[in-house]
């Protein structure tokens, strides 16, 4: 399942506040398989879901003070919309792409989690 929750949003790491051009949340199940000891059945068993943010970044002033901390792993807080949404995620991938007109995009990957949590 994914939810996008658009333009509205923005991204706080360190202090440091910037506006997000787009969140995605991402959420599947996780499970595992339970094979008994000589049977051909294999049980699967559901042990809870993981979330994956990503978020895209357009380069401006504002972002250029948060790079330096998601590019270490840290986490952040996600915040936005009309019923004052928030959330906790832990940095689990960083790229950056140059398009033509010149304004580099970032996209940052990361698992949704409880503030002081490491997944």
Request: with cysteine; charged share 15%; proline share 2%.
């Amino acid at each position: 399942m994914a939810i996008t929750l658009g333009k509205d949003c923005s991204i706080s790491v360190g202090g440091a506040v910037s506006g997000v051009r787009d969140v995605q949340l991402s959420t599947a199940a996780r499970t595992i398989e339970v094979e008994e000891y000589a049977s051909r059945y294999v049980a699967v068993y559901q042990t809870g879901f993981s979330e994956t943010v990503t978020i895209e970044l357009n380069d401006d002033a504002s972002v250029s003070g948060l790079v330096a901390h998601l590019i270490a792993g840290t986490d952040f807080t996600v915040s936005g919309g009309e019923g004052g949404w928030s959330f906790p995620a832990v940095v689990t991938g960083f790229s950056e792409s140059n398009p033509l007109d010149g304004v580099a995009t970032f996209t940052v990957t990361a698992q949704r989690t409880k503030l002081g949590w490491r997944t």
